[in-house]
Structure formats: structure tokens, C-alpha cells
């Protein structure tokens, strides 16, 4: 099945600084998917991305399709912007489609 | 309000005994999955379902179980074959082949 990769594992921001989240998937998909996972466990969704460029607020993602991965930058970072980030990717096959995880990256923001 | 709920948000049970997990949604989606987390890990997909009355397994259906009478649920049974069912179950839906998925809020089960 499709290998989705996520780097780095961990990220430790000092309040204010900028970073890049990276997503390599291993075949071609339809779609992709950022989510955040707060301390609670509950995953919100940040950008359905199959390709291109989208910004929200602080946030933005990049997907190049045609070379496989997907960036999320977050700017002037908070505290509250730390958790987990994950991307998912989706192939539709005829038996339908899953959703794929990589294994995610870990902020901590620290004031 | 629209969305996905999962019930309950914490469960115990004493090992041996068989689970079901709830998971109702109200988007009229057609499509919806369980997922398995650990701590410190990813999520890795148990079934999914794109149609009632039809699911297939994800990558670790071993110990649970599904069904899809209904459009709008989607319920999960771990079973006292699942060897480690002690973990945090997330459930979402989108609404038809490779459109954006949306999650509950998940339950965690502990088995003592």
C-alpha cells in the first residue's frame, strides 16, 4: 500500500518563529488532507489540498502532486498552535477509498 | 448542528468482554471509517464503508467487527479476540469517494 512520510517527528518552536512541515507519500492520490490534533485528541481539519496553494490565516499548505508531497508552513507560530499535525492522503480504487495516515509531527510551542 | 458524534467518550471493560463503539452522523454522508490510535502513534484505519449494507477491512480489522444498516451510523465492535484493545477510536465520514473527511471526538477504551 501507499507509504505516507512526515517530517521531522518533533518540532520545538520558540513562540513567534516560522516552520515547515513536510509530507512525502510514496503513489499518486486524489486527495490530501492536514489535520491538527489539539490535546484532547480531536483532529481539525486545516486543508483539503490534492494540489496547489491555500492559506489560512497563519497556516498554509502547498501540494505538488507530481512530486509526490505536501508542505505546511505555519508562521509567527503560538503556543496554542502546538499538538500534532498530520497529513492523510486518499486513493480512490475500486473497492473504495482509504485514507491514509503518515505518522504525524509533534510541536511544542514555548512562550 | 451537523456533524459526527461518537458515544461514549470514555469506556471501560473488563478484558474478555466483547465492545461496541457509536459513531452517528447527520451530514448524509456516504462514506465513513474507523481508525485505531496508540499513544504517541498515527492512525491506522480498521474498516470503512462507502455504502450502507457494504465495508470493507483496513489494515488491522483483526478482533473487531462492523455493520452499515443505516446511512447515518456506523457502528464498531472490538471483540475479545482484539489481543490489546486498549487505545483511542476515531470515526469520521466524507461525503462520497475522495472528498474531504471530517472526525468525531473520539472514544478511548481501557480494558482492565
Known amino acids: 500500500g501507499i507509504q505516507v512520510e512526515q517530517s521531522p517527528p518533533d518540532l520545538i518552536l520558540q513562540e513567534g518563529a516560522n516552520s515547515t512541515l513536510r509530507c512525502n507519500f510514496s503513489?499518486?492520490?486524489?486527495?490530501l488532507q492536514w489535520f491538527h490534533q489539539n490535546p484532547w485528541g480531536q483532529l481539525i481539519n486545516l486543508f483539503y489540498?490534492?494540489?496547489g496553494t491555500k492559506q489560512n490565516g497563519r497556516l498554509s499548505a502547498t501540494t505538488v502532486a507530481t512530486e509526490r508531497y505536501s508542505l505546511l508552513y505555519i508562521s509567527s507560530s503560538q503556543t496554542t498552535d502546538s499538538g500534532v499535525y498530520f497529513c492523510?492522503?486518499?486513493?480512490?480504487?475500486?473497492?473504495?477509498?482509504?485514507?491514509?495516515f503518515g505518522g504525524g509531527t509533534r510541536v511544542l510551542v514555548k512562550p | 448542528d451537523g456533524g459526527i458524534t461518537q458515544s461514549p467518550k470514555y469506556l471501560f471493560r473488563k478484558e474478555g468482554q466483547n465492545v461496541t463503539l457509536s459513531c452517528e452522523q447527520n451530514?448524509?454522508?456516504?462514506?465513513m471509517y474507523w481508525y485505531r490510535q496508540d499513544p504517541g502513534q498515527g492512525l491506522r484505519l480498521i474498516y470503512y464503508?462507502?455504502?450502507?449494507?457494504?465495508?470493507q477491512k483496513g489494515d488491522i480489522a483483526e478482533g473487531y467487527s462492523v455493520s452499515r444498516e443505516k446511512k447515518e451510523s456506523f457502528p464498531l465492535t472490538v471483540t475479545s479476540a482484539q489481543k490489546n484493545p486498549t487505545a483511542f477510536y476515531l470515526c469520521?465520514?466524507?461525503?462520497?469517494?475522495?472528498?474531504?473527511?471530517?472526525f468525531g471526538q473520539g472514544t478511548r477504551l481501557t480494558v482492565v
Open positions: 469520521a465520514s466524507s461525503a462520497n469517494r475522495g472528498s474531504e473527511a471530517f
Open positions: 503513489d499518486s492520490v486524489n486527495n
Open positions: 489540498i490534492p494540489s
Open positions: 492523510a492522503v486518499v486513493q480512490i480504487k475500486a473497492a473504495g477509498n482509504k485514507l491514509t
Open positions: 451530514l448524509n454522508h456516504d462514506a
Open positions: 464503508s462507502q455504502i450502507v449494507n457494504d465495508f
